[in-house]
């Protein structure tokens, strides 16, 4: 007995011995598990604290997170990255009982955990760390409210675009004379200059990758549905989609299509390499491109460079209202047991990413805070002023929409089916209403 405790006193005398030799606050420090997606680049920014020298979304989370751990030393965030989306992973963690603390969420997404009791709501924590929910931005707050509770701390908002090559715009007689390019205000319009367009130039107006691709198809159906006041998911358990609204949108680009007026045949990637190329007037894709397709464009000797890269939100072509689809990313809680120091940890946080608001923006997405998009620095970043309208045009599906990847698969699938003409527009419309509401049936 006297030597089990001569060990024990030497084993703890160790203990403090190590304890003392290390950091201050290292053994207290209040540990919290991250899972995000965006990518993986540790060989580049994998110790970077300075995130003003960060690029891309990647570089610039993960140095935005490096900068946390090393500003707050009590605290430590341990990181997962997962592959885009990652919903499987996170759906499986929760089954296993063993969540992260803290997940990168799409605004969209958030309802098939909230309505599950499985996310924490924020409201008393954000309070606690001195966030308003009034700071957000329109777009931002109607993403992350559920029930009438903040649900996840909004980090962007993001959408497709009019990505636009301004040389081939020239070429093609579609500007203004203060080189601004002429954008339609009706599907007459759109039909019309993308065949003047296709005429004057050789190549398609529009750039829209149409093979293994169905959310590209899904947003610009939503948008345009958006712009003639259709809410095709009022009751969020059954969708309404076989609509005459939804047929005008299909049969417009089922038109461009035929006409070779949209690309043939791309994917997601070679998609961005065509339009890089030259070989489109306008690509349809998100805010995530601005930085890359700005940068080309003032690389010497690239399509870009040659004549100008612009960006617009959707044109209104249809009656009805300024709106288009967006979505945005946020960070959520799970719900589980913690301490009040976790808590805190967590509040500390979500605040921290509030206040680096511009830091993130910095990517191509919008916003999530009123003061960043209406500040100077903002506007001052490229293209910024003629995206800027999207923080309170951007719409999202209602927040009690559940499923909205499975249901953006489905409604791509048919709708892509359809514009090339593998599927009848009725028949594309009556299976998407169908499969969709299949799907809402069966949660």
Known sequence: MMTL??????AAAAACTIAALLPQGAMAATELKL????????????????????????????????????????????????EWPGYDQLTAQFAAGDPPDIVTIHQSVLADYQTKGLLLPLDEVLASAGVKPGDFTDASSKGVTKDGKIYGLPIDNWTLLFHINLGLFKQA?????????????????????????????????????????????????????FQQNVDAFADPTKATLNLPAAKSVIEAMRTLYAEGEIANGLDY??????????EGGVHLNGTWVIGDYNASSEKAGTAL????????????????????????HSFAVSQKDRTPEETAAIGKFLAFFAAHDFDWARTGHLPSMKAVIESAEFKALPHRDTIAPIATTGTSLPSGVQRVFAIQDIVGQEMGAAVTGQKEVDAALADMESRVNELLANL
């Open 173 to 225: 007689g579609l500007v203004d004379a203060s080189g601004k390019p002429i954008l339609p205000k009706s599907i007459d319009e759109l039909l019309a200059q993308a065949k003047q367009f296709k005429e004057k130039t050789g190549k398609p107006y529009i750039i829209q990758p149409t093979a293994n691709e169905t959310a590209n198809f899904a947003w610009t159906l939503y948008s345009f549905l």
């Open 35 to 82: 899972q995000r997606f965006f990518g993986a680049c540790d060989a580049d920014f994998g110790s970077n604290t300075d995130v003003s020298k960060a690029v891309g979304e990647c570089g610039i989370i993960t140095s935005m997170i490096n900068k946390f751990n090393a500003d707050n030393p009590d605290i430590h965030i341990s990181v997962t990255t997962v």
């Open 305 to 328: 460079n040659k004549g100008g890269y612009a960006v617009y939100p959707y044109p209104q072509i249809f009656p009805g209202r300024p709106a288009q689809y967006a979505d945005g």
């Open 269 to 278: 990637a070679a998609g961005i390499n065509a339009f890089l190329a030259g």
């Open 5 to 10: 405790m001569r060990r024990s006193m030497l």
